[in-house]
């Protein structure tokens, strides 16, 4: 019957198996070994591990039932590779230099377009440098073109410039008069001169001709004209002071003329390397974000965001909770112990351990997705408890005298009747051993 001798007993095949720790599968014996392959476990260090518990000791993370690798559940996430790690859309932002505006990163030049900027050159200059750098000047809080400026004051246009009234009076040799120009001949009429020629001659005409003006009855030079007004000499010419303080670049307010830092420095500005800087392009060159009309320095604004400083730096909350390990769900960071225990797993020597793997390190088998204790399953296999041990039916009846025939374990006397034994004072004889008694031959 493929019985095997052992300590002086036949044993059947399956009691040594059994014996060995194998386990019945279909009629069959198996070793353990077998059946965990079977069930897709790998072998690793002379034991056979579940896919699950490989994947677990590699870091992955449950999601719906199977193992993810970190990169799998951030990719999921949007977030993109760089260097080897994943980062989140707004760290690799941050780091491009964008800024958090209502929730989302802007680059710079967004802010500043938004803010009326222009690019120049590649960069965003705002109007009034734009405008200044093209020679206007500022008139009631506008930047004014020089022809806009030229023509408010009635001047008139010749050849792409304006000329004021009196330019172009004096130009065609018109002279003023009671605060009007007259031209030469309307002059010399009305003082008795006679036209000879075309031309009108007085007296006085000589003294004319060499350019003096009548004064009180009187010719008096140029030159004399002009230093009695405050005029200076320079290159041979008389300027009235206006025209020197223009020419030195000063601006004319309420009637006087201002060098270019008094005005600057009556709005506010201050002398930075021999030039004049507005308050805000001072602030602005210091890293400061302009905010409801005000420059606020980057910690400011960091702060009033809920930013928390940290060796010099303000972070954001997320940015410190990711640096301790907290992983982001549903928009919050949570601890890896509060992500843990909403899994349903529990503390044990500090940390978190899932049903599963505290079920396994007690002994348990996993059957149709959940985990059995020994004894759960040895019960449902028929089973029964011996000594606080579960023992099949064959090793009970086993262990009762049973022997095994055709799959199923006989009592003795079950046996010897089968072969015609007759029951004598409690035992079974042989028909020979009958007949001997009764004295046949």
């Known amino acids: 019957m493929g019985s095997t001798e052992r300590h002086g007993f036949y044993r059947a095949p399956w009691v040594l198996q059994s014996a060995m720790g194998f386990t019945e599968r279909h009629g069959f014996y198996r070793a353990p070994w077998v059946l965990q392959s079977a069930m897709g ?14 994947q677990s000791a590699m870091g992955f993370t449950e999601r719906h039932g199977f193992y993810r690798a970190p990169w799998v559940l951030q990719s999921a996430m949007g977030f993109t590779e760089r260097h080897g790690f994943y980062r989140a859309p707004w760290v690799l932002q941050s780091a491009m230099g964008s800024t958090e505006r209502h929730g989302f990163y802007r680059a710079p030049w967004v802010l500043q ?47 792409g410039f304006y000329i004021a009234p ?38 006085w005409v000589l003294q004319s001709a060499m350019g003096f003006t009548e004064r009180h009855g009187f010719y008096i030079a140029p030159w004399v004209l002009q230093s009695a007004m405050g005029s200076t000499e320079r290159h ?81 909350p997320w940015v410190l909770q990711s640096a301790m390990g907290f992983t982001e769900r549903h928009g919050f960071y949570r601890a890896p112990w509060v992500l843990q225990s909403a899994m349903g797993s529990t503390k044990r020597h500090g940390f978190y351990k899932a049903p599963w793997v505290l079920q396994s390190a007690m002994g348990s088998t996993e059957r149709h997705g959940f985990y059995r204790a020994p004894w759960v399953l040895q019960s449902a296999m028929g089973s029964t408890e011996r000594h606080g041990f579960y023992r099949a039916p064959w090793v009970l009846q086993s262990a009762m005298g049973s022997t095994e025939h055709h799959g199923f374990y006989r009592a003795p006397w079950v046996l010897q009747s089968a072969m015609g034994f007759t029951e004598r004072h409690g035992f079974y004889r042989a028909p020979w051993v009958l007949q001997s008694e009764m004295g046949f031959t």
Not at 41 to 54: D, I, K, N
Not at 180 to 194: D, E, I, K
Not at 271 to 285: C, D, I, N
Not at 290 to 310: D, I
């Open 41 to 54: 476990s790998t072998e690793r260090h002379g034991f056979y591990r579940a896919p699950w518990v490989l």
């Open 113 to 159: 377009s938004a803010m009326g900027f222009t690019e120049r050159h590649g960069f965003y200059i705002v109007l009034w440098v734009l405008h200044s750098a093209m020679g206007f000047t500022e008139r009631h809080g506008f930047y004014r073109a020089p022809w806009v400026l030229h023509s408010a004051m009635c001047s008139t246009e010749r050849h």
């Open 166 to 203: 009196w330019v172009l009076h004096s130009a065609m040799g018109s002279t003023e008069r009671h605060g009007f120009y007259r031209a030469p001949w309307v002059l010399q009429s009305a003082m008795g001169s006679t036209e000879r020629h075309g031309f009108y001659r007085a007296p």
């Open 236 to 316: 041979g010419f008389y300027r009235a002071p206006w025209v020197l303080q223009s020419a030195m670049g000063s601006t004319e307010r309420h009637g006087f003329y201002r060098a270019p830092w008094v005005l600057q420095s009556a709005m506010g500005s201050t002398e930075r390397h021999g030039f004049y800087r507005a308050p805000w392009v001072l602030q602005s060159a210091m890293g400061f974000t302009e905010r409801h009309g005000f420059y606020r320095a980057p910690w400011v604004l960091q702060s009033a965001m809920g930013f928390t400083e940290r060796h010099g730096f303000y972070r954001a």
